[in-house]
């Protein structure tokens, strides 16, 4: 993966960032929606798991075809536990709003982990195909 692949994918993710922003922004405004009070940690520890495993898999995709796999599998056990253990510790130690909380949290996860996956399948298409065409020569 080249660097105007990360760059692209950091310009990305703060542009999802963003539109999330603006719009707890407009909605903390205007009073559409019950936001919960933790939502800008929610968002920030989003986009750092996403920076994070970007980073992390990033690594794998350069390399064998089954190191990514194993990698994407691992990291993606990684995020889900301590995603888990995040929302377990909240609901015993918080204990405010659980069911918002629970909402708003699992909006951001899932809209991160969907980016993240689009955007690296798109780069292993990109690397497949070139790496079919050398193995041709």
């Known amino acids: 993966m080249s660097k105007a692949d990360k760059k692209e994918f950091f310009v990305r993710l703060g542009a999802i960032t963003g539109i999330f922003a603006v719009s707890i922004l407009a909605c903390q405004w205007q009073n559409w929606l019950p936001i919960h009070p933790y939502v800008w940690w929610i968002l920030l520890y989003n986009v750092l798991l996403t920076a994070g495993s970007f980073l992390m898999l990033r690594k794998g995709i350069s390399g064998d075809e089954f190191d990514f ?69």
């Open 69 to 137: 796999y194993n990698n994407f599998m691992g990291n993606s056990t990684i995020r889900l536990l301590l995603s888990a253990t995040l929302i377990l510790i909240y609901f015993y130690q918080v204990n405010v709003e659980n069911m918002n909380f629970t909402i708003t949290f699992f909006i951001f996860y899932f809209t991160y982990t969907i980016f993240e996956i689009k955007h690296l399948l798109s780069n292993l298409r990109a690397n497949s195909g070139r790496v079919h065409k050398q193995d041709e020569k």
